[in-house]
């Protein structure tokens, strides 16, 4: 069956650092890929995703490519602001019931 | 356009109550999904819906039952709660397999 793999949090991070947040996946076919974000006492949002392989997802300053050869869609952000404390989760679509990765917590200190 | 909207926010039950949750999109989404989310577990598929009069059970649906009578409208509903059902429920619909949209989600304790 289809998984998503995504690196335990808490990630701390100072203001300005660059991050990243690494997810695998395993399923069949050509499922889509995305990145949600949950902020504290939210319901999780829409913040990239990628439809095909090579396909980059890019939103607020973070980014994700789409690559099919190592089955991966890491998330990347350049320069990391407070705003950004979350939890991250990776999730596979392309099928009745999406795949979501257990999260990954980011703090970023000022 | 409100998107995904749930009722109540919160709420306390004691054990053997019951009670409904019910969640409404109005973005015409022939998907509807419900989750709870506990500290440490990720989000959890309890109940998905692929249109309107069909509903389908997830990972973890035992003590829960949904009903979709209305595209627009997805229940969820705990016959008899226990204290294992303290969690916070999202809901969330998709046009077919694309993204989600998800609801704030409601806090629920059971005592």
């Known amino acids: 069956g289809n998984s998503v793999t995504q690196m335990e949090g808490p990630v701390t991070l100072s203001e300005e650092a660059f991050l990243t947040i690494n997810c695998t996946y395993t399923?069949?076919?050509?499922?889509?890929l995305f990145w949600y974000v949950q902020y504290p006492g939210e319901g999780l949002q829409l913040l990239l995703k990628?439809?095909?392989?090579?396909d980059k997802g890019s939103n607020k300053g973070f980014e994700a490519t789409y690559r099919k050869e190592t089955t991966s869609f890491h998330l990347e952000k350049g320069s990391v602001q407070v705003s950004d404390s979350a939890v991250y989760f990776c999730a596979l679509g392309g099928s009745y019931i999406p795949t979501f990765g257990r999260g990954t917590s980011l703090i970023v200190h000022p | 356009n409100a998107g995904v909207t749930q009722t109540p926010k919160f709420r306390v039950l004691k054990t053997g109550q019951s009670m409904t949750l019910l969640c409404a999109q109005d973005?015409?989404?022939?998907?509807m999904y419900w989750y709870r989310q506990d500290p440490g577990m990720g989000l959890r598929l309890i109940h998905y819906s692929v249109g309107e009069g069909t509903t389908a059970k997830g990972e973890v649906p035992d003590g829960y039952n949904v009903s979709r009578l209305k595209k627009q409208n997805f229940l969820l509903g705990l016959e008899s709660a226990a204290p294992s059902q303290t969690s916070v429920y999202f809901c969330?619909?998709?046009?077919?397999?694309?993204?989600?949209?998800f609801g704030p989600g409601t806090r629920l304790t059971v005592t």
């Open positions: 969330a619909s998709s046009y077919r397999t694309a993204e989600q949209y």
């Open positions: 990628a439809t095909k392989a090579d």
């Open positions: 973005m015409n989404h022939e998907y």
């Open positions: 399923a069949t076919g050509y499922p889509s």
